[in-house]
């Protein structure tokens, strides 16, 4: 497998017989609500049927931005940058995190009329990004002669570390009083009398008093198996990590040709701006309408195949599976979903960082993997109780957005868990929205 460097969480050794939460996926969505929640007072229990953060929640840029946001998730993400900001000092854990800003730069006028369009929608929200004239976009990528005609930048914006932030919460929810299980998947959901009171996993049963289901591309899968239609599609995405380079931003900065993100330790975590792809497969036959005025929308920004998710993945046909024996969440090769980076992305991409950087010549790849981002139609994820299944809440469908998002994401569904006043209006992050009929919405902005 091509794993990103992940630090590792040691698993708690006893499976507890009954808890108040359980918490099904060990990513940034999973493990931020077990932290409010045990913070909160609740017995919590993480299942993973992985690792933890070993899917998208560590192969992601580690933006953590409210520029270029759809306008529903801007106070969301506006809480977020709080409780990041916060978590050190709270926790006494290095989660990566620094506000350096991000920098997008183009030549493109439509680019610039978008995120013009942007900033005055998003000065309601108190938000500081500002437009760059050619020259301060020229200065704001030193090392760079991309002939800019501007940009946008977010000064306060940032990132933390995709690869020790989400184990570091993880321990600190254990500090809290949770439990963290990994290699211990969920077969299904344990219903009596039409509620959600638990869990089945491989190891046993687990009685709560409520489930949150945060399990990703993974996610509309577990709820087919329990008749809850989720419209959810795959987009497989690829990302490399450099070895230590010169440095030509402290932040993260999007080119037309190319993503950065500064690390600490001097590498860099880069994304070509290749398409992304989207592999036919039956959830995404079956949901196609949905996605199809948003698909017509970024038309430039993937492209179409066929592949074997096809047939064995999140996205694949899954019936009525038995709870009494292995599922597919317990097979080797799904056990953390590492799907092959796309071909020819590495090399030319470290050529393209050659010539946007001059002084970023020679650098060399460290690793590079793929990873599924788990999307819906309007690219808002789903933040909230499941009405046909009292007991039951759900939060995924970050859409390729959701680790700076984590921590806020984590306190909101807490909080609809403990039905106590939300973070920010729940409003927008129903499931209804896109299984009532009425017209989806597109996503305002990426």
Known sequence: ???????????????????????????????????????????????EKGAIAGEQSSRNWGWCRVQNRDEREIPLMQR???????????????????RDGLVYVTRSQADMDRWQGWVDMARQYQ?????????????????????????????????????????????????????????????????TAGRVTGVITEKGRIRAGAVLLAGGAW???MLR????????????????????????TAGGMNTPEITISRRENGGYIVAANNRGRIELTPAGIRH???????????????????????????????????????????????????????????EPALAQLARSWPALAGTRAQATWGGWIDSTPDAVPVIAPI???????????????????????????????????????AEEFRLDRLIDGSPIRQPGMI
Request: charged share 20%; net charge negative; glycine share 12%.
């Open 1 to 47: 497998m091509a794993l990103p460097p992940i630090m590792r969480v040691q698993d708690d050794a006893a499976l507890p017989d009954a808890v108040d939460v359980a918490v099904i996926g060990g990513g940034i969505a999973g493990v931020a609500a077990a932290y409010y929640l045990a913070k909160a007072g609740q017995s919590v229990a993480v299942l």
């Open 80 to 98: 977020s940058l709080e409780l990041w900001e916060g978590l050190r000092a709270e926790t006494g854990g290095d989660y990566g995190f620094r």
């Open 127 to 191: 938000v500081h990004s500002r437009m760059l004239t050619a020259q301060e976009a020229r200065a704001a990528t030193p090392g760079n002669d991309g002939a800019w005609i501007g940009g946008v930048a977010s000064p306060t914006d940032g990132m933390a570390d995709p690869f020790i932030a989400v184990p570091t919460l993880a321990e600190a929810a254990r500090r809290a009083g949770a439990t963290l299980h990994q290699r211990c998947a969920v077969r299904g959901l344990d219903v």
């Open 219 to 221: 996610s509309s899968m």
């Open 387 to 425: 009405d046909a299944l009292p007991g039951l809440f759900l939060s995924t469908g970050f859409s390729g957005h959701g680790f700076g998002i984590g921590p806020g994401a984590g306190r909101l569904a807490a909080d609809l868990i403990l039905g106590i006043p939300p973070i920010v209006a």
């Open 288 to 346: 196609a309408r949905k996605f199809w005025p948003t698909l017509v929308s970024r038309w430039n920004s993937v492209s179409f195949g066929i592949g074997g998710s096809f047939f064995r993945g999140p996205d694949a046909r899954m019936g009525q599976w038995s709870f009494d024996r292995p599922t597919l969440f317990e097979a080797e090769d799904m056990r953390i979903l590492d799907p092959e980076p796309s071909r020819g992305v590495e």
């Open 225 to 248: 198996r329990h008749g809850v239609d989720l419209p959810q599609a795959s987009i497989r995405s690829t990302v490399f990590l450099t070895q230590t380079a010169p440095s030509v």
